[in-house]
Structure formats: C-alpha cells, structure tokens
C-alpha cells in the first residue's frame, strides 16, 4: 500500500521559447502508467470542495493546467497538503490514496491524466470503508 509521502510532484519537461512554453507527456516516458483517459475540471465554484473519495486501483497525474487549487491527501494514517498553482508541476496520486480538493482559483483548470477508464466499482467513497481497506 502507498502512503501520501509516495505521492510525489513531479517537474515537467518544458520547451520554452519566446512565443511561450509547451509542456509534454507521453506515455512510459514523462509519466510511468499508460494514460486511458484524460478529464479536467473547470468552471468550480469558489469555495467549493471536491473529491472525498479513494481508490482501489487507479493512478493519476494532477496538473493546475491554469491558476491553483489545493489537494489534502490522506493514506489513512497520514494526511500531506499539496498545493498545485503551475502547469509544469504534476501530482502524482497514487493507489489508494483518499483525496480531497479545495481552494479552487477562479477560472481554474484541474487536468487528470488517469491510468483507467472510468469505473464506479474503482472508487472508495465513504470514508470509513476507505480506513477498513487501509487497515486490512
Ligand atoms: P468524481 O470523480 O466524484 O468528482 P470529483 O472527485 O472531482 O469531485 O466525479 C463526479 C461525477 O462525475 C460522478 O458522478 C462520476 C462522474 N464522472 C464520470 O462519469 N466520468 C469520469 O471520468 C469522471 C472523473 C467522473
């Protein structure tokens, strides 16, 4: 099982120039699971919050593709603040970690790069069956 502290930022590859950056991932290169699917919240209200779920399998690289927002991860022993506010940086979220998201900017862009496609049966959304599964 993963903890927070196995939830790393990573620096993205960035090709600068004076018309401006582009930051590039590809699959088994820049990010180390296959991309499945690809989703980004946007239009978040301010102080709203998101998340409060786990999951079993999936892996995710979290990038603030514009302004910032707030991550609070949680390995059911340790809880690790992680705020995002650069489209150079990914987090990257590992199994079985429960998550939660504030802190929206306005007009943020919260892009997901996700090793599965979506499953219901993936996610762990009450709390104390995420600790139950931590602590089996
Ligand atoms: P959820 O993952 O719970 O959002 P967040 O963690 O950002 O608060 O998803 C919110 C809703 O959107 C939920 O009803 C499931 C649906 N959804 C999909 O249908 N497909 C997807 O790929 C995602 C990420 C969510």
Redesign the pocket.
């Known amino acids: 099982m993963y903890s927070v502290e196995d939830c790393k930022i990573i620096d993205l590859p960035v090709i600068h120039s004076e018309q401006g950056k582009i930051s590039v991932l590809q699959n088994h290169e820049t990010i180390p699971f296959d991309i499945k699917?690809v989703?980004y919240?946007y239009d978040v209200p301010m102080n709203s919050e998101?998340?409060?779920?786990g999951h079993y399998e999936l892996e995710q690289y979290v990038i603030a593709a514009s302004g910032s927002f707030t991550f609070i991860l949680d390995d059911g022993h340790s809880k690790k603040e992680v705020f995002l506010n650069h489209p150079n940086k990914a987090l990257h979220i590992k199994p079985g970690i429960w998550?939660e998201?504030k802190d929206f900017s306005s007009g943020s862009v919260?892009l997901?790069l996700?090793s599965m496609?979506?499953t219901?049966e993936d996610?762990m959304?009450d709390y104390n069956d995420f600790k139950k599964y931590r602590n089996a």
């Open positions: 699917r989703y919240l998101r998340g409060g779920h998550r998201m919260c997901v996700a496609e979506y219901e996610y959304r």
